[in-house]
């Protein structure tokens, strides 16, 4: 069982910047790849971002790259997602997971956080 914390949400301004973070508890962190999701009133949940077990394999969302990079320390078992130039359209509950590869489907991932809020104000 992995536990996974999400942490670092709140409201902020569009152009802003906000970093999320993720602590995980239970089995090896690092052995597993970490992903970021984000769920919009009335949308589905959507891919962000994910890592592999280094921080060498990233991939994103076409709508974040450039903007939000995910990252991961494995001393502290920790993820984040620093997010620039924040959009009004980023307004969403943004979860945390844990699987086997940095896939952009959530079915690759077999643990999730119970999400924080993120809103941006235009």
């Known amino acids: 069982q992995v536990q996974l914390v999400e942490s670092g949400g709140g409201l902020v301004q569009a152009g802003n910047s906000l970093r999320l973070s993720c602590a995980a508890s239970g089995r090896a962190f690092s052995s597993h790849a970490m992903g970021w999701f984000r769920q919009a009133p009335g949308k589905e949940r959507e891919f962000v971002a994910a890592?592999?077990?280094?921080?060498?394999?990233?991939r994103y969302a076409d709508s974040v790259k450039g903007r939000f990079t995910i990252s991961r320390d494995n001393v502290k078992s920790t993820v984040y997602l620093q997010m620039n130039s924040l959009k009004p359209e980023a307004t969403a509950v943004y979860y945390c997971?844990?699987?086997?590869?940095?896939?952009?489907?959530?079915?690759?991932?077999?643990?999730w956080g119970q999400g924080t809020q993120v809103s941006v104000s235009s």
């Open positions: 890592i592999g077990w280094s921080n060498i394999n990233t």
């Open positions: 997971a844990a699987g086997k590869v940095a896939a952009s489907t959530e079915n690759a991932y077999d643990y």
